[in-house]
């Protein structure tokens, strides 16, 4: 049984019979309503050549995070086998909790999870919230495995959105898949490319369907590139009535981008500023902080006075002062990692769309 619906279908039949009578149908039950189900569905499924049908669905994004240098380090042996474990793992998950592998891409896998015309209309955002959760859980585990083993580690990032979708047959007579369409599916992957090393971030309208199924975060309004209005979503924590909680690994606060910024700074002395500004450049950003080179040394856990030109919105930032809470030196280059310690509002909603507008190629 290949169609979506179908074996959604056949699922809910099993669990309706299991729970009625202890056990799911036998290969020969399954068979005979299988023939039921392709009988009713054969009228939809003759018009699925020209048209979509709208329907309920809560879609997952799954990006593995940091593949590309993993790719360029190792040889292809391992890089293929690294993926093919990491995706193996992921695809078990999502079978577990039906949800449909529409594609893989590249580094990245795309689920749907169809809702039902049931009692349980919430049905399909909570099992795409606790299939993520598991994914990570799984993740972990499998990151102790590749230690072990002198693997690379691999971490995943996951975004989900739910909302109505256009589901049918793409394609010609030669090659025709099942897919699904809409402005959720691009929300989705926005909203992925927000999350960090073992997040899982979901839409305000998934956590509409279940906030009293997943533990979340304070809501985050973030920029969507095509879209007007700020997009807010919130960060899944875990499901405490099923005891699970998603096992962070990112320390950070907010995602990064590199940057390639001139950067004038003064360091503090005491609490005095240095009247002469020095040059430098700023190599990656975040909401919170900065990894900078300068052409002096900076002591740890100095305090420095920041300001830098963000050109896509035309506007300079200024006033940011910074703790050097990491230091290294490269080839004769000084690198600090700073932590933004005061800076105004506009400031900081300023650098927080200038990061959100760089995460989505803007």
Request: glycine fraction near 8%; hydrophobic fraction near 45%.
């Amino acid at each position: 049984m290949t169609d979506p619906l179908l074996r959604d279908a056949m699922r809910l039949i099993q669990d309706i019979v299991a729970e009625a009578k202890g056990s799911p149908l036998d290969r020969e039950g399954v068979r005979r309503v299988e023939e039921v189900l392709k009988r009713l569905a054969a009228p939809e499924l003759r018009t699925a050549d020209t048209g979509y049908s709208r329907r309920e669905a809560t879609i997952l994004f799954a990006d593995l995070r940091g593949f590309s240098a993993i790719a360029s380090s190792y040889p292809p042996d391992v890089v293929l086998g690294v993926l093919s474990s990491c995706f193996g793992l992921m695809t078990e998950v999502v079978l577990r909790h039906y949800g449909t592998i529409d594609k893989f891409m590249g580094d990245a896998i795309m689920v749907v999870f169809h809702g039902e015309n049931s009692a349980a209309p919430r049905d399909h955002a909570q099992r795409a919230l606790l299939c993520a959760v598991e994914m990570q859980i799984a993740m972990n585990g499998l990151r102790q495995q590749h230690r072990e083993d002198k693997l690379p580690e691999v971490f995943i990032g996951i975004g989900i959105s739910t909302g109505t979708v256009m589901a049918g047959l793409i394609g010609s007579d030669a090659y025709r898949a099942f897919t699904v369409i809409g402005e959720e599916v691009n929300l989705a992957a926005r909203i992925e490319a927000f999350s960090l090393r073992g997040q899982v971030l979901m839409s305000e309208t998934t956590y509409a369907h279940c906030s009293d199924f997943v533990a979340a975060g304070e809501p985050m309004d973030v920029y969507v590139k095509g879209k007007s209005e700020r997009l807010r979503i919130r960060e899944a924590l875990g499901i405490p009535e099923l005891g699970k909680l998603v096992p962070r690994q990112e320390v950070r606060k907010s995602p990064r981008v590199e940057v390639d910024l001139a950067l004038s700074y003064q360091p503090l002395t005491g609490k005095m500023v240095e009247s002469q500004p020095l040059m430098g450049q700023m190599r990656d950003l975040g909401y919170h902080g900065a990894l900078a080179q300068f052409v002096e040394p900076l002591p740890l856990y100095s305090e420095v006075k920041l300001a830098f030109h963000l050109a896509p919105l035309g506007f300079r930032a200024e006033e940011i002062y910074a703790r050097v809470v990491s230091v290294r030196e490269h080839g004769g280059i000084h690198f600090a990692g700073l932590e933004f310690t005061s800076l105004g509002a506009e400031t900081s909603a300023q650098i927080q769309l200038f990061v959100q507008m760089r995460i989505q190629g803007e």
